[in-house]
């Protein structure tokens, strides 16, 4: 079992400190709703809403925008160029100290 840290700026500007396991195939998401953080993760995690999306602080290398990911951010509010769904960020080890910071809600 790995355990690695990924920090999480909230929308009120409180940083998080998340233990979170590498060897459950979890991803951002399913993270920060286990830590109660304002995440909804409306569609269940198959890129069909923005609900998860963050900001990457981080120099982190990352997995590849899929197709799927890349066409949700086109349609989503509060997009900028370090924009991910938190939902298709599978946990792995490389992401130790990953830094995040949740977009602002929907309108």
């Known amino acids: 079992m790995s ?4 920090k999480v700026k909230d ?9 979170a396991p590498t060897d459950m195939n979890m991803n951002v998401m399913e993270l920060c709703k286990a830590y109660e ?12 809403c923005a609900s998860c999306q963050c ?3 981080s120099e982190h290398d990352l997995p590849e ?3 799927a990911e890349e066409e ?5 509010f ?11 960020l599978n946990l792995t080890d490389k992401m130790d100290g990953l830094e995040l ?7």
């Open 3 to 6: 355990d690695i840290i990924v």
């Open 11 to 19: 929308r009120d500007g409180k940083l998080h400190n998340l233990v």
């Open 37 to 48: 953080l304002p995440v909804e993760g409306t569609c269940g995690g198959m890129a069909m």
């Open 55 to 57: 900001y990457v602080l």
């Open 65 to 67: 925008m899929q197709d």
């Open 72 to 76: 949700m951010l086109d349609q989503a």
């Open 78 to 88: 509060y997009v900028e160029s370090n924009s991910r769904l938190g939902c298709q």
């Open 101 to 107: 910071e949740l977009a602002p809600e929907s309108e």
